[in-house]
């Protein structure tokens, strides 16, 4: 079966540092890749999604970035934090011609 | 452009208790349909789908019928559980920038007190 994992679980960062957050899939090939930000109390917002490796599609314009230097590994970059990028980051897989999406368990950022 | 409307939370229930959270959509072609659920501190998690119109998607009690003539999904639970607690996400699946993706509502928050 497949299964999705995130880490870390949480982070606190400050202001105007480095971030990595990572996302693998298991149990799939060539799967498809999202990236979404859950904001305090509000609904979801797709960041980036991909359809293969290197291939990057971004939804919104800020200053995060995406990567995917392997099949199932999906990586969500930012050179400097802002505050406005505190929030739950969540990575999900599907299944290529599958529109069900299926999530991982998350990565809580707060940013000071 | 596609979008999801439900209904505005927070809904506080007793157990047993039926449930109905609403949905509606707006989208082009025929999307697919999906209700999932956030626990708290977790992900979100595939609760029922439904892929074509008079479909009923159906998982742990809960029901929900795609209704094509008047663009709804609504949620259903004859009972629910203080289990049942959580954020309550409706989605479609369609086609935008030649892409498949996701649109989701809001959210919808549950509390179900014994």
Redesign the interface.
């Known amino acids: 079966s497949q299964t999705i994992h ?1 880490w870390p679980a949480t982070l606190v960062q400050p202001v105007g540092s480095p971030l990595s957050l990572e996302c693998t899939v298991e149990g799939t090939s060539n799967p498809n890749l ?1 990236w979404y930000r859950q904001a305090a109390g ?3 917002q ?1 960041l980036f ?1 991909s ?1 293969g490796i290197g291939q990057i ?1 971004s939804e919104v314009p800020q200053n995060l970035s995406a990567s995917r230097p392997q099949d199932r590994q999906f990586i969500l970059s930012s050179k400097k934090l802002l505050l406005s990028d505190s929030g739950f980051y ?1 990575c ?1 897989w ?1 299944a290529q011609g599958v ?8 990565t ?1 950022l707060l940013v000071l | 452009g596609n979008s999801v409307t439900q209904m505005e939370g927070p809904v506080t229930l007793s157990e047993e208790a039926f449930l109905t959270i609403n949905c509606t959509y707006t989208a082009t072609g025929y999307p ?1 349909l ?1 209700w ?1 659920v956030q626990y708290p ?6 609760l029922l ?1 439904a ?1 074509k119109a008079d479909d009923k998607g159906s998982n742990k009690g809960f029901e929900a019928t795609y209704r094509k003539e008047t663009t709804s999904f609504h949620l259903e639970k004859g009972s629910v559980q203080v289990s049942d607690s959580a954020v309550y ?1 409706c989605a479609l ?1 369609g086609k935008a ?1 030649g ?4 649109v ?4 919808t928050k549950l509390t179900v007190n014994p």
């Open positions: 995130q999202y509000r609904g979801l797709l999604y359809v599609s969540l999900a599907s529109k069900t999406q299926y999530f991982g368990p998350g809580r | 697919s999906f999932y501190g977790e992900g979100l998690q595939l789908k892929t996400f699946s920038g892409s498949e993706k996701l989701f509502g809001k959210g």
